[in-house]
């Protein structure tokens, strides 16, 4: 059951407009929410984090939104740069006694064209 | 600072051999856990460790094992090596079990089983 779920495998957008990532999660217990960008033969790096207490988190030109009731949150590039080409991920956290393990999407490729 | 280090960077086994997969930890970090990406898909919880103890065990089989040492480095064993344990290992620290601060990953161990 993928708990995680990143339903457009690949977006592409011009440089300097704006790209926006979506992401589902069926799972009502996650309550910390991440996105990781992945370029090949390198490890995710962490981009933005929010937690379920707030609904919008910036930094520089990258803001998450979270939809509680909806189980929905979505990165916004604004504005997109060739170098933001890469597969991004979102991964969620639970509260309890498992929190320690990040679920992730199965990703979504974003081409920034020049 | 550096980052999350692992090694090697690449690896070729055959099946049924067994594979030692290793990990340093960012300065500071006392949290490591393992996590399995095969083509497609993204990372999957293998293992956690924290304070040099288990915390935390995804769906793996018994031929998965790891370990944290006192200066919380971490490695991953895998024993009877399949065709499908082919798969790129991540691993990835944080500062502590239940702090709401994100894991940082290392670029992960290619391992290929012929």
New interface residues.
Partial sequence: DQQ?KQNSPSLSVQEGRISILNCDYTNSMFD?F?W?KKYP??????LI?I?SIKDKNEDGRFTVFLNKSAKHLSLHIVPSQPGDSAVY?C?ARRSGG??????????TLLTVNP | DAG?T?SPTHLIKTRGQQVTLRCSPISGHK?V?W?QQVL??????IF?Y?EKEE??R?NFPDRFSARQFPNYSSELNVNALLLGDSALY?C?SSTG??S?Q???????TRLSIL
């Fill in positions: 995680v910390y991440l990781y033969a390198e490890g995710p790096t962490f984090s937690s991920f991964a498992s929190n320690y393990k990040l679920t992730f999407g199965k990703g | 999350v692992q949290s856990s996590y497609g898909q993204g990372p999957q919880f956690q924290y915390r935390g995804g991540l990835a079990r239940y709401n994100p894991q940082h990953f290392g670029d992960g």
